[in-house]
Nanobody, 113 residues
Framework: QVQLVESGGGLVQPGGSLRLSCAAS????????MSWYRQAPGKEREYVAS????????TYADSVRGRFTISRDNGKNTLYLQMNSLKPEDTAVYYC??????WGKGTLVTVSL
């Protein structure tokens, strides 16, 4: 069955960096576009970034463009999100998503002094 497991979250100071990973299994990872979403406390889940199956086309939400980079390693069945210049408003649970509404359980990112 499809499994998506996020990791790499934690506590970081404003201006810092984190790299999130999403390990995929149970499907042919290289055949699917993948996305990152996030949900801040008390807010709805929102789109962050997506990447096509080959890894050569990316899109970003305006709020993260220029600071975050989505990438993938199809040989390792893993999706990444490099997050730089983090802000307190980036605090959220981050989820990876595959088409047909498959989601991981999320990893918490907290940006605070």
């Amino acid at each position: 069955q499809v499994q998506l497991v996020e990791s790499g979250g934690g506590l970081v100071q404003p201006g810092g960096s984190l790299r999130l990973s999403c390990a995929a299994s149970g499907f042919t990872f290289s055949s699917y576009a993948m996305s990152w979403y996030r949900q801040a406390p008390g807010k709805e889940r929102e789109y962050v970034a997506s990447i096509n199956s080959a890894g050569n086309s990316r899109t970003y939400a305006d709020s993260v463009r220029g600071r975050f980079t989505i990438s993938r390693d199809n040989g390792k069945n893993t999706l990444y999100l490099q997050m730089n210049s983090l802000k307190p408003e980036d605090t959220a649970v981050y989820y990876c998503r595959r088409d047909m509404n498959y989601w991981g359980k999320g990893t918490l990112v907290t940006v605070s002094l």
